[in-house]
């Protein structure tokens, strides 16, 4: 199972950034051209045009999210801050809505509210990141992320979270999208 999580890795069709292919071709360090622009042609785009669109991302949940996407299957690269970041991100507008609906952590469950939205958050993450959702049944995910709380409870309680948190990665990915396409806008105009 292991391999085919790796192998599975930002396949999520869902959180597909539409600048993905341009953001990761050609992300390695380079040697810096300094002949571009000579006769007449235009300056290359280069790697630091492409990490300056990721940088200029003016919502750090989105930020986060785009930089675990675009050098998530680096393995030098430690991305656990950024994943840390979107959860907490996903947990507190969690607990803002359970606020909302006067929700409280079920009662036949050993998890606070805010440890079951940081365990929830955590799931739909990572089965998001890695695609996972038709690879395990409900009680599968649940026994998966460590989340103690009955399949059928959390189907017709805590599924609506679940859902509402997923549309909020996927928010993320819009708001990453329209800044990296705005900045490769400015790019093409100065080209």
């Given amino acids: 199972?292991?391999?085919v999580i790796k192998t599975r890795f930002g396949e999520s069709p869902s959180l597909e950034l539409t600048n993905g292919e341009w953001l990761k071709n050609g992300m390695g360090a380079?040697?810096?051209n300094l002949n571009g622009?000579?006769?007449g042609l235009s300056a290359?785009?280069?790697?630091e045009d492409k990490e300056a669109s990721v940088a200029m991302i003016d919502d750090k949940p989105a930020k986060s999210l785009t930089s675990i996407l675009v050098w998530g299957e680096d393995p030098n690269w430690d991305w656990s801050r950024h994943f840390h970041e979107v959860v907490y991100y996903l947990a507190a507008n969690m607990m803002r809505r359970c606020k909302e609906d006067g929700r409280k952590?079920?009662?036949?469950?050993?998890?606070?509210?805010t440890e079951l939205a940081w365990?929830?958050?955590r799931m739909v993450l990572h089965f998001e990141l890695y695609d996972l959702w038709d690879t395990y049944t409900v009680k599968g995910r649940l026994r998966f992320s460590g989340i103690a709380v009955n399949s059928n409870t959390y189907t017709n309680v805590w599924l609506t979270y679940q859902k509402q948190m997923t549309h909020d990665l996927f928010s993320m990915v819009s708001k990453?999208?329209?800044?990296v396409s705005?900045?490769?806008?400015?790019?093409?105009?100065?080209q």
């Fill in 44 to 47: 290359e785009v280069s790697w």
């Fill in 37 to 39: 622009g000579h006769g």
């Fill in 176 to 179: 990453a999208d329209y800044c």
């Fill in 105 to 113: 952590a079920p009662q036949a469950c050993t998890h606070s509210l």
């Fill in 119 to 121: 365990l929830m958050a």
């Fill in 182 to 190: 705005s900045y490769r806008r400015q790019l093409d105009d100065m």
């Fill in 1 to 3: 199972m292991i391999s």
């Fill in 30 to 32: 380079k040697t810096a």
